[in-house]
Nanobody, 121 residues
Framework: QVHLVESGGGLVQAGDSLRLSCLAS????????MGWFRQAPGKEREFVAA????????YYTDSVKGRFTISRDKAKNTVYLQMNSLKPEDTAVYYC??????????????WGQGTQVTVSS
């Protein structure tokens, strides 16, 4: 069973940075893609970024391009989301997800519990 644990959320001011971490366990992830999603109050969960574990290809939603960077550390089985130039509209619960099939922007079977990111203006 895949187990994902997020950490690194918090309360910051606009323009600040945060780095989220997602520790993955339970499988060999070489064939997996890993994603970050977020859900703001009253809104649907949305795709933020994804990375293919093996080749390292990355994908981002338009609103975070140039500000967020997804990466992975194979030795630590950890995926990161470096978030720079944070804006109040980035406020949400951020979730890590994993799957070895389907598309990188949807259809994930495994999810973490989420970590809160709050950006004050």
């Amino acid at each position: 069973q895949v187990h994902l644990v997020e950490s690194g959320g918090g309360l910051v001011q606009a323009g600040d940075s945060l780095r989220l971490s997602c520790l993955a366990s339970g499988r060999t992830f070489s064939s997996y893609h890993m994603g970050w999603f977020r859900q703001a109050p009253g809104k649907e969960r949305e795709f933020v970024a994804a990375i293919y574990w093996s080749g390292g290809d990355t994908y981002y939603t338009d609103s975070v391009k140039g500000r967020f960077t997804i990466s992975r550390d194979k030795a630590k089985n950890t995926v990161y989301l470096q978030m720079n130039s944070l804006k109040p509209e980035d406020t949400a619960v951020y979730y890590c997800a994993a799957d070895n099939s389907g598309t990188y922007y949807s259809q994930y079977r495994y999810w973490g519990q989420g970590t809160q990111v709050t950006v004050s203006s």
